[in-house]
């Protein structure tokens, strides 16, 4: 059976099912929306469409994150080169600024119709699509880079498993914080502009680097 993979060989129909995943998984949940159903709303008659262009939904699911992380990811490395510019240890802040702002700034991306950042608050809420996004390492290098530099920045006598469950905690904070400013924006209950993503990415930095430098020994009443 054939399929379409390739970003750059995808047909119109291909994209555009793409466009019309993102919204449906979206307002009806990753496990609420059938291949047939999406099909249909695509404008597709043959009703394995899915198949067809992308050889499962699994499939499908696996070209919308190859095409978001993709444009994220180089984002992300050109603002960790930005930094090895300036020489030096690269400060958390910045750090976290080059973790938070490409994808906050998919808000603002496009048409402004990109439902990427509800489809990925969805996938790492759920094992078997967590899997899913994290079995092509690839694409979050950037990010695993990120997570190392930050590592090496919190204080010297922090036990390694408190590093790793506050940068896991922290990166899922990330995530879901992003995701509900999308829910804000495509509800209409906030309009996203550069000035106010501005502020949100500012104080979503503040509360992450706080809670990731936060005094890890219990005191004594």
Same mark, same amino acid.
């Given at each position: 059976m054939k399929t379409e993979t390739s970003k750059t060989n995808r047909s119109p129909a291909a994209q555009k099912m793409l466009r019309v995943a993102e919204r449906l998984i979206?307002?009806?949940? %990753? #496990?609420?929306v059938s291949s047939r159903e999406l099909a249909r709303e695509a404008g597709q008659k043959n009703h394995s469409a899915v198949n067809y262009h992308f050889g499962s939904f699994d499939g499908l699911v696996n070209a919308i994150i190859d095409e978001r992380a993709g444009n994220i990811n180089a984002q992300r490395e050109s603002l960790l @080169?930005? %930094? #090895?510019?300036? &020489? &030096?240890?690269a400060s958390p802040r910045? $750090? $976290? #600024? @080059?973790?938070i702002r490409p994808l906050a700034e998919e808000l603002l991306r496009g048409d402004g119709n990109s439902r990427y950042l509800n489809l990925l608050g969805q996938l $790492?809420?759920?094992?078997?699509?967590q899997r899913l996004f994290f079995e092509n390492r690839a694409r979050s290098q950037a990010l695993l880079r990120i997570s190392a530099l930050l590592s090496a920045q919190l204080p010297a006598d922090m036990p390694e498993a408190i590093r790793h469950s506050r940068q896991a905690l922290m990166g899922r904070h990330i995530i879901h914080s992003v995701a509900y400013w999308d829910e804000l924006q495509h509800s209409g209950s906030v309009k996203m502009d550069e000035q106010e993503l501005e502020w949100r990415i500012q104080d979503l930095i503040n509360y992450s680097l706080a809670g990731l430098m936060a005094p890890h020994r219990t005191e004594s009443a």
């Open positions: 979206a307002e009806k949940g %990753i #496990d609420g @080169a930005a %930094i #090895d510019v300036h &020489g &030096g240890a910045a $750090l $976290l #600024d @080059a973790m $790492l809420s759920r094992p078997r699509w």
